[in-house]
C-alpha cells in the first residue's frame, strides 16, 4: 500500500509546484509587461531589417526631424556609448551655433554638501529637451523642495518637486501621504515629481546633474542617478537601438529603486537603532487637547462592500453621527483598505465612489491580500498614527460586532495607566502541520516541543479580532516595522513585536464575548461585552446575515434587551 500512497503524494507535491510556478510566473508576466512589449517590438524591427535595402551597418539609420535618412550611425557620436538618454528636439535645438550656456559654474555656486539620509529623488529621464525626476524629504510635506540643475557644469535652473509622482512606489519610498497631506490642509501638490525645460545646446553629449536642499537645514546633495549622460540631438536614434537604450533604461531604473527599497527597509533601520535615532520612546506623550480618544481601524478587503454596509447599518456611524461621534466622544472610525493586484480594478471605481459618498475609508499603500494581513496591520499601525493623534489605537476585523459607547468609556478609564496592550490575551498551539489553515511555516522559531501532548505552543498575544494599543506603542511599531519580522499569523506577529518591550498585556474579558451565555450574563458596567465575535469563525459566523440581529440584541443597549431576545439572535 505505501507504493500508491507514495506515488499519488508525489504527483499531489508535482502538481502544487506546478500551481506555484505558474502564480510565480503571472506574477512575473505582470510586472515586467512593459519589458515584453518592447521586446515584441524590437522582433518587428528585426524582421522590417530584412526586407531592408542598401543597409551597410546592422542598425538602422537615424532620421531626422523631417523624416529624411542621415548617414550617421548613433554610436560614430563620440562619447555616446554611455548614453542611455537621448533629448531628440522636433527643430534644431541650436546645432553647432548654439550659444554657450551662461550661468554660476557649479564649482562656485555649490556649497559644501552635508550627507542627510531624509533626502531622497532622482533624475528619471531627459527627453525632448525636458529633465524630469522626484524629491522628497523622507516623512514630511509641508512643501515642495527645490531641485537645482546644472548642464555641463553650468547652473541652468530650478525646478520645484511639486508635480505628479513618477510611481506610486516612490510614496513608499518617501513615507508621505497624498491623502494625509489634503486631510491636514496642506498647500495643494499633486507629488514630488519636477520636469525642467533644458536651454539650447549644441548637438551632442551633454552631462546634467541635480542637488536638492533641505529646507529645514543647511543640507545639500546630489539626487540619485546624478551626474546623468544623454545626448542632444535633432535626428531620431534608429528604432533598434532606440529599443536596446529603453531595455537598459528599465533594467537600471528597477536596480535603481530595488537599492532604494533595500537600503529604506534593512540598513537604514538598524542604523537608526544602533545610533538610538528615530526609535519612538515609551514615556506618555504630554497632555494634549486636540488628541482623540482612540482610532478604530476595520480591516476590510476592496471587495467587502456588503460587510461594511452591515456595520454602517449597526456600529460605525454615518454622516453628521460619525463627526459628532469623533468630537464628542473622540472616538476614530475608519475602514483600512489596500490596492488591487488586479490594473483596472472595477473594485476601484466602486471604491472610490463609496469614499465619496462615505468619507470613513483610509487608503494604505500596498497590495491588499488576506496572506499579507501582517504587512497590512504594520501599515496600519504606521498610517493612522499619522493621520489621526489619539491615546489608542485599534485594529478591529470587519466581521466583529463592537459597543463603541462601552468601549469608550473602558479606555477613557484606561488612558493614563501607561503603555497598554489591549485584548483577549490567548496561547495556544503552533500549528505544524501544513494541512492546516493556521499552518506557521517557521514553528521552529517558537522553540522545541514540550509537555505530555508533545507540541509548541505560542507565547500569549491577543486574539486578533479586536486588539488595542497604546499610543507610543503603536507609533514604535509603525516607526520600526521594517526590522520586526512578520510571521504567518497577523495576530501571532503583534505579540512576537511586544512580548519583549516594557508594556503591559491587559487580559480584558470583556473583548472575549463569543456565546449566548456571555451576552446573558452581562449585568453591568464590570462584565458588559466591548465587543462579540465567535472564535471558531475567527469572527461571527455568516456575519452579513448573523452580524446585525446579534448586535442590536448583544451590544445596543445590552442591560435593556432580555435574555430570550438574546439567545435568539445568537442561536
Known amino acids: ?14 502538481l502544487a509546484s506546478s500551481l506555484a510556478c505558474l502564480y510565480v510566473a503571472g506574477r512575473l508576466w505582470n510586472t515586467t509587461r512593459e519589458l515584453h512589449y518592447l521586446q515584441t517590438e524590437l522582433q518587428l524591427v528585426q524582421q522590417s531589417r530584412k526586407l531592408s535595402v542598401g543597409r551597410g551597418s546592422g542598425l538602422l539609420p537615424l532620421t531626422d526631424s523631417n523624416g529624411d535618412s542621415t548617414n550617421a550611425d548613433i554610436r560614430t557620436v563620440q562619447g555616446s556609448d554611455d ?8 527643430t534644431p535645438s541650436g546645432g553647432p551655433r548654439a550659444p554657450p550656456l551662461t550661468g554660476p559654474k557649479i564649482e562656485s555656486d555649490l ?20 529633465v524630469s525626476g522626484w524629491a522628497c524629504l523622507r516623512g514630511q510635506l509641508e512643501k515642495p523642495l527645490q531641485v537645482v540643475l546644472y548642464v555641463d557644469g553650468v547652473r541652468i535652473g530650478e525646478a520645484a518637486a511639486s508635480g505628479d509622482t513618477p510611481h506610486h512606489i516612490i510614496h513608499r519610498l518617501c513615507e508621505i501621504d497624498m491623502d494625509m497631506a489634503g486631510d491636514m490642509q496642506q498647500p495643494a501638490q499633486q507629488g514630488v515629481g519636477f520636469t525642467l525645460k533644458l536651454p539650447e545646446l549644441q548637438q551632442g553629449r551633454h552631462e546634467i546633474r541635480a542637488f ?3 529646507p529645514h537645514s543647511t543640507s545639500k546633495q546630489e539626487l540619485n542617478q546624478s551626474p546623468l549622460a544623454f545626448l542632444e540631438t535633432a535626428s531620431e536614434p534608429g528604432l533598434e537601438e532606440a529599443l536596446k537604450r529603453k531595455d537598459n533604461i528599465i533594467r537600471v531604473r528597477n536596480a535603481q529603486i530595488s537599492a532604494l527599497w533595500d537600503e529604506l527597509h534593512t540598513r537604514q533601520p538598524w542604523k537608526n537603532a544602533i545610533k538610538g535615532e528615530d526609535i519612538v520612546t515609551f514615556p506618555q506623550d504630554a497632555a494634549n487637547t486636540t488628541r482623540k480618544l482612540a482610532v478604530l481601524g476595520i480591516n476590510t478587503g476592496m471587495g467587502a462592500r456588503l460587510r461594511r454596509d452591515n456595520l454602517r447599518r449597526t456600529w460605525v456611524p454615518m454622516g453628521k ?23 483596472d480594478d472595477p473594485d476601484e471605481v466602486k471604491l472610490k465612489a463609496e469614499m465619496q459618498q462615505f468619507g470613513d475609508i483610509v487608503r494604505i499603500d500596498m497590495v491588499d491580500t488576506y496572506a499579507d494581513l501582517s504587512m497590512k496591520t504594520l501599515r496600519m499601525f504606521s498610517v493612522l498614527p499619522q493621520k489621526i493623534d489619539a491615546d489608542f489605537y485599534f ?19 484606561h488612558r493614563t495607566q501607561g503603555n497598554l496592550y489591549l485584548g483577549c490575551m490567548k496561547s495556544g498551539q503552533v500549528l505544524t502541520d501544513r494541512r492546516y489553515k493556521w499552518f506557521e511555516p517557521e514553528y521552529w522559531r517558537f522553540g522545541e516541543a514540550a509537555g505530555a501532548e508533545g507540541q509548541i505552543n505560542y507565547m500569549r498575544h491577543a486574539s486578533g479580532q479586536i486588539y488595542g494599543l497604546s499610543g507610543p506603542v503603536a507609533k514604535y511599531i509603525g516607526r520600526n516595522g521594517p526590522i520586526l519580522h512578520r510571521f504567518a499569523n497577523e495576530d501571532v506577529t503583534l505579540g512576537a513585536w511586544l512580548v519583549g518591550l516594557e508594556i503591559t498585556h491587559v487580559d480584558e474579558r470583556r473583548m472575549c464575548c463569543d456565546s449566548a451565555e456571555k451576552c446573558n450574563a ?5 462584565n458588559m461585552c466591548l465587543a462579540y465575535y465567535e472564535h471558531q469563525c475567527a469572527g461571527i459566523c455568516s456575519s452579513e446575515e448573523r452580524l446585525e440581529p446579534i448586535y442590536e440584541a448583544c451590544l445596543r443597549d445590552p442591560l435593556k434587551k432580555g435574555q430570550n431576545a438574546r439567545q435568539a439572535a445568537i442561536h
Open 1 to 14: 500500500m505505501a507504493g500508491p500512497r507514495t506515488s499519488i503524494g508525489g504527483m499531489l507535491f508535482v
Open 83 to 90: 548614453v542611455l538618454y537621448y533629448s531628440v528636439r522636433s
Open 111 to 130: 556649497p559644501t554638501q552635508e550627507w542627510d539620509e531624509r533626502l531622497l529623488g532622482q533624475i528619471d529621464s531627459v527627453e525632448a529637451g525636458t
Open 321 to 343: 453621527d460619525l463627526k459628532r461621534l469623533e468630537e464628542e466622544r473622540g472616538i476614530v472610525i475608519r475602514f483600512v483598505i489596500g490596492y488591487s493586484e488586479q490594473k
Open 522 to 526: 452581562q449585568t453591568g458596567d464590570s
Open 212 to 214: 536638492v536642499s533641505n
Open 395 to 413: 485594529k478591529i476585523d470587519d466581521d466583529v460586532a463592537v459597543n463603541v459607547d462601552a468601549l469608550a468609556d473602558y479606555l477613557d478609564a
